[in-house]
């Protein structure tokens, strides 16, 4: 069974985990996720026991266990779900520049917004409606995408 361990201290080392895993049955491995840029733990782990009753004995005796001055947080790991992880910006909603649709839904009592992509214009811009195209300019309209302003040399800040 594969083990979902949160909450590790950053200085803990999988050696730790194996000896505390140990002593409910045979451990078969232990990885602690590390940054990929750093090198440093992202303090979450797994950990592997062939037995499935020993497994469920860990989860329920060492979840809240305190090392190193953390309680960790231990259960049974999920499968992945398809795309993996990443990005970390999925599910939630709400907020942000254009919105998600979830607190209308929330609003309505989980009915769709009155916008769908049905209603949308047949070229597939969602602010056809609501933001006009700049003449002679392919690009959307908006802040983010205004045209360079063209002339004057660029300046040096350096204090030279």
Do not use: C, H, W
Not at 20 to 30: A, C, L, P, R, T
Not at 57 to 63: F, T
Not at 73 to 85: F, K, L, M, S, Y
Not at 131 to 160: H, I, V
């Amino acid at each position: 069974m594969n083990i979902f361990v949160g909450n590790i201290s950053f200085q803990s080392e999988e050696a730790d985990l194996q000896s505390i895993f140990e002593k409910y049955g045979q451990v078969g491995s232990v990885k602690i996720i590390q940054d990929n840029f750093t090198g440093r733990s992202k303090g979450f782990g797994f950990v592997t026991m062939e037995n499935n009753d020993e497994a469920q004995k860990a989860i329920a005796e060492l979840n809240g266990y305190d090392l190193q001055g953390k309680s960790l947080a231990v259960n049974e790991a999920r499968p992945r779900t398809e795309g993996g992880g990443g990005g970390g910006r999925s599910g939630g909603g709400g907020g942000g520049r254009y919105g998600s649709g979830a607190r209308s839904e929330a609003r309505s009592g989980g009915q769709s917004d009155s916008r769908s992509a049905d209603s949308r214009p047949s070229n597939g811009n969602r602010f056809a409606d609501s933001r006009p195209a700049r003449s002679g300019d392919s690009r959307p309209a908006g802040p983010r995408f205004a045209k360079a302003k063209s002339g004057g040399q660029r300046k040096n800040f350096s204090g030279s």
